[in-house]
């Protein structure tokens, strides 16, 4: 199980280009964020939508999981 590498990444935020919006955080410089988020393990997941997380997982995840949750969200 991997979490998605930068090639998924990018490729997620081409496929679903103008829906949805894929970014990383370094939660070592932002720290702030990360305590916000209550990141408490890495990998951490995030799904916001109207700026509001509507779903989060901490851990590796494969990528049609994290497809679905992004399916079910839009």
Same mark, same amino acid.
Do not use: F, S
């Given at each position: 199980r991997v979490v998605l590498d930068a090639a998924d990444r990018i490729t997620? @935020?081409?496929e679903y280009k103008g829906k949805l919006a *894929?970014? $990383?955080v370094d939660?070592? &410089?932002e720290q702030v964020t990360a305590q916000q988020l209550r990141v408490t393990s890495i990998? @951490?997941?995030f799904l916001f939508k109207g700026g $509001? *997380? *509507?779903w989060s997982f901490a851990g590796a995840a494969p &990528?049609? $999981?994290i497809e679905a949750e992004i399916k $079910?969200?839009?």
């Open positions: 997620l @935020a081409d *894929v970014g $990383k939660v070592d &410089r990998p @951490a997941l $509001k *997380v *509507v &990528r049609t $999981k $079910k969200h839009l």
